[in-house]
């Protein structure tokens, strides 16, 4: 992906999401039903490899989160029959995040190191790992 004309692109140029010092567009997907059998009703969030051609289907379970490179390609699979007139409703925040440094490489982000919650003190542990297929996980 690159970024389109724009403002945006007057101050940072066109360059593709993921480039080392540049800023990386993310979105954050919340699934906001109280109630939802994905496995039952269906409509799942698909994620397509288009070089490999295999997909990933993530199941709008209540409260579940999902972060990704904004440029991912991926669908929103309608709900079946059995969901009857159930909608399905969800949340897309854009992000983007800057590098700390000219030249940090904006291809892994992770941090093994734990954090601490300030709020109350306790340690958490880092994020999950994230899942790959297709060619991401080649």
Not at 25 to 31: A, D, G, H, K, Q
Not at 65 to 78: E, G, N, R, S, Y
Not at 98 to 114: C, E, Y
Request: with cysteine; glycine share 6%; aromatic share 10%.
């Amino acid at each position: 992906m690159s970024t389109p004309p724009s403002p945006w692109t007057d101050v940072y140029g066109r360059y593709p999401n993921r480039s080392r010092g540049k800023p990386r567009f993310m979105s954050c997907l919340v699934y906001l039903n109280e109630e939802w059998d994905g496995d039952t009703w269906g409509a799942p969030t698909r994620f397509y490899d288009p070089p490999t051609k295999e997909s990933y289907d993530v199941l709008p379970r209540p409260g579940r989160c999902v972060i990704m490179d904004q440029d991912i390609m991926h669908t929103v699979v309608p709900p079946n029959s059995a969901a009857g007139n159930r909608p399905r409703y969800s949340f897309v925040w854009k992000l983007i995040l800057h590098p700390k440094t000219d030249h940090q490489d904006m291809t892994n982000l992770s941090s093994s190191s734990s954090r601490v919650n300030t709020s109350n003190n306790r340690s958490r542990s880092s994020w999950p790992e994230p899942i790959l297929f297709g060619s991401a996980a080649q």
